[in-house]
């Protein structure tokens, strides 16, 4: 089963959890969270960057897009979405007559807010006649003002299957650059954002690492630059990680650029493998903020309360929806 989409119904968090609570608390309100989702007819969506404990709450974990698709798919007429603000937003537009709350507000996305609508007319304006092809980090109003939406899964192919020669490609620079050299017979414009959990990170510091752990492998998300990815043995979204383990049977050790919270799946899935940081530092510099804003406390007071439901307009759904799921019908990379 692949880690984008694997149930945790377990109510215990893994005690190696980033909060302040011990394992009675942790098992009290996952005993609470479950009970309110039955009666609240809601399921629980949780990102694989999230906190240990709310992962453990979760009816699934995964990756932006998998999640919002699941929610879409699930007979629950209420979503919560433990993550950030543009997945829940992409939610309800994938599932506009269901309830998405998203249970901190202040959950949001510097990769996302990188690019206003304000600045993508601005930017097609300046290149006429480019398809635009923007990631799924990005807000529902810019998705609207987009040709196609991509994952980084599936970026390559997207971008191949569109009929235009020229693209502007959006927000992310060096997932946009990574795309542009594997797709050499398009003009690829790449717009200048950047995810700041995987632009801090130097190959310098993956090397140093792998110079303690000669034999593991190096596994990147195409959101780190250029220099990480060059020595990457494998480049691959959040859910392809889980697959990338599955090609190297005879490893034991895997260094992982990406943010740190992916390591409670891999280790949950592989525990006979050792899964590192890439950054050196125990997760020191690869750690979103926003990622970790959503706690068990706000997960059972947004299920009590009905906080904070996501709304997005019509016209703006709209053109989101039309975005995704061209996205939808095109295979991710291999």
């Keep these: ?61 995964g990756d932006s897009l998998q999640l919002a698709i699941e929610g879409e798919r699930a007979r629950q007429s209420t979503i919560v979405f433990c993550g950030v603000h543009f997945m829940a937003e992409s939610a309800k537009v994938l599932a506009p007559s269901k309830r998405v709350l998203l249970p901190n507000l202040s959950a949001g996305c510097s990769l996302a807010d990188s690019i206003s609508p304000e600045s993508l007319e601005d930017w097609k304006a300046r290149y006429p006649g480019h398809a635009v092809v923007t990631y799924v980090n990005s807000s529902a109003e810019v998705k609207a003002l987009s040709d196609i939406c991509c994952t980084s899964a599936n970026a390559a192919s997207v971008v191949r299957s569109l009929p235009e020669k020229k693209i502007l490609f959006i927000p992310d620079r060096n997932l946009g650059n990574w795309v542009k050299a594997r797709v050499p017979e398009k003009e690829v414009v790449v717009y200048d954002g950047a995810c700041p959990v995987h632009d801090v990170l130097r190959s310098a510091s993956v ?54 919270g992916i390591l409670t799946g891999l280790k949950k899935r592989y525990p006979d493998r050792e899964f590192v940081v890439a950054d050196g530092c125990l997760g020191c510099r690869m750690h979103c903020p926003y990622m970790k804003m959503v706690d068990l406390v706000m997960v059972r007071e947004a299920l009590r309360l009905g906080r904070h439901e996501i709304a997005v307009p019509a016209d703006v759904a709209e053109g989101a929806r039309r975005a995704l799921s061209r996205m939808i019908a095109v295979p991710r990379d291999a």
């Design 1 to 61: 089963m692949p880690l984008a989409i694997a149930p945790v119904h377990d109510p215990v968090a893994n005690p190696e959890a980033g909060s302040d609570l011990d394992t009675r608390e942790v098992a009290e309100l996952g005993r609470q969270i479950r009970s309110l989702a039955r009666e609240k007819d809601a399921v629980i969506l949780a990102h694989n960057y999230q906190l240990p404990e709310v992962q453990g709450v979760a009816d699934v974990v």
């Design 207 to 260: 090397e140093k690492v792998h110079r303690d752990r000669p034999e593991a492998v190096v596994i990147a998300h195409p959101e780190c630059r250029a220099d990480v990815l060059a020595i990457a043995d494998e480049v691959c979204s959040t859910t392809g990680m889980a697959q990338a383990v599955e090609r190297h049977p005879g490893a034991h050790t895997f260094i992982v650029a990406t943010e740190h």
